[in-house]
């Protein structure tokens, strides 16, 4: 497994690489932003970006923005930064995963494996009797993960996508924030609900109308057709 760190602190990426390697990642180490683009972009790009928000030549937000916008290569932000507005922003960038600094090796790599789980899986359905579900205006083709509205493509994540399909499974009914998690995390998310939300506005602004997902004070979302 090819893991790219992207980590400008000549500490904590030796700890890193250490600690990778013994547990048999193979580990390419960057300390720059344009470095990390670059090796995403390459002939043989990682399986998992492990990205510091803080970087010297452009901020770690950033480089998220940019992988996601070309590149579905897994991402877990690495980061000193713990406040939640961080995590949301990373997340809404097309982040799969945030690790607040200082963190055990075990959890990372539970959490490399977690993410490849997720992202290299079938998507998550539980309609067999079509691969393409209407819901009013909404399209939601689960096996080529392409999602239209009123015929025109919406772009969505891996996560995103599977958020969605998993509330279309039963359209109206309210799904909890921890039914969420449980079906599209694996149970391998270990920070707080709000990462949910943080996705459900994302595909709200990318569906171009925020009534396709209710939101149920206290308990979860539904799925509407608005």
Not at 58 to 80: H, K, N, W
Not at 119 to 135: F, G, H, R, S
Not at 141 to 149: K, L, M, T
Not at 176 to 185: A, G, P, S
């Amino acid at each position: 497994m090819h893991i790219l760190l992207v980590e400008d602190d000549s500490a904590v990426a030796a700890s890193s690489l250490d600690g990778l390697t013994a547990l048999g990642f193979t580990v390419e180490h960057v300390t720059t932003g344009g470095a990390a683009l670059a090796a995403v972009g390459s002939p043989r790009p990682p399986d998992v970006v492990l990205l510091d928000l803080g970087l010297p030549d452009m901020d770690g937000q950033e480089v998220c923005r940019r992988i996601r916008s070309g590149s579905e290569t897994p991402i877990i932000v690495v980061s000193a930064r713990g406040d939640e507005a961080d995590r949301v922003i990373a997340l809404e960038l097309g982040a799969d995963d945030y690790l607040v600094k200082p963190f055990g090796m075990r959890e990372l790599a539970a959490r490399i494996r977690a993410v490849l789980r997720r992202t290299q899986a079938p998507p998550l359905t539980a309609v067999p009797t079509a691969a393409v579900q209407e819901i009013g205006r909404l399209s939601i083709d689960r096996r080529a993960q392409r999602v239209h509205v009123d015929d025109e493509e919406v772009a969505l994540t891996a996560k995103e996508f599977d958020v969605l399909a998993y509330l279309a499974e039963d359209p109206g009914a309210v799904r909890r924030r921890t039914e969420i998690l449980e079906h599209v995390w694996e149970g391998h998310w270990y920070g707080a609900t709000k990462t949910v939300d943080a996705h459900v506005a994302a595909i709200r602004k990318k569906l171009g109308d925020p009534a396709w997902i209710e939101a149920v004070r206290g308990v979860g979302f539904r799925l509407g057709s608005p």
